[in-house]
C-alpha cells in the first residue's frame, strides 16, 4: 500500500487522548492508503508524556483505523483497533513531539495491510 501523510506534515495537536494518565499536550500524525474496495486504512499515531503508578514517560498511542473517508475516519469508521507502547523517555511535551516527528516510513506501523490485526 502507498500511505500519505495528511497535511500539515508534522506532528498536529493530538488532543487528550491518554485519559487519566496524560501529563500534558499529545501531538499526532496521520496517514492514510486506498483500499482495493474502495475504503480507506489511516493510521493515526499519537504521543503524549504519562505519569502515575506506571514508570513516567511517553506513551504511544497507534490507531488503525478503516473507513469511508479518511478525512472524517471517526465519522465513517468500519473497522478500528488500537495498539499501546510505553516509551522510556523524559516525560515533557517537547520529547512527546520529537518522537512524534521522528516516525518515518521504515516504522513496523506501516506493514499493515488494512486487515484485522
Known amino acids: 500500500m502507498i ?10 495537536s493530538g488532543g487528550d487522548v491518554g485519559g487519566d494518565w496524560q501529563s ?9 492508503a486506498q483500499l482495493p474496495d474502495d475504503h480507506w486504512a489511516v ?5 503524549y508524556p504519562v505519569s502515575g503508578p506506571q514508570s ?3 506513551e504511544r498511542q497507534t490507531e488503525y483505523i478503516i473507513c469511508t473517508d479518511p ?6 469508521e468500519l473497522r478500528a483497533d ?17 518522537l512524534c516527528a521522528e516516525v518515518d516510513v ?12
Request: aromatic share 14%; hydrophobic share 30%; proline share 11%.
Open 3 to 12: 500511505w500519505t501523510e495528511r497535511q500539515p506534515l508534522e506532528p498536529a
Open 24 to 32: 500534558g499536550k499529545a501531538y499526532c500524525r496521520r496517514w492514510k
Open 43 to 47: 493510521i493515526i499515531d499519537y504521543w
Open 56 to 58: 513516567p514517560g511517553i
Open 71 to 76: 478525512e472524517e475516519p471517526g465519522a465513517t
Open 82 to 98: 488500537i495498539r499501546y507502547q510505553h516509551v522510556c523517555a523524559e516525560p515533557s511535551e517537547a520529547m512527546a513531539r520529537k
Open 106 to 117: 521504515y516504522d513496523p506501523m506501516f506493514d499493515w495491510d488494512g486487515q484485522p490485526r
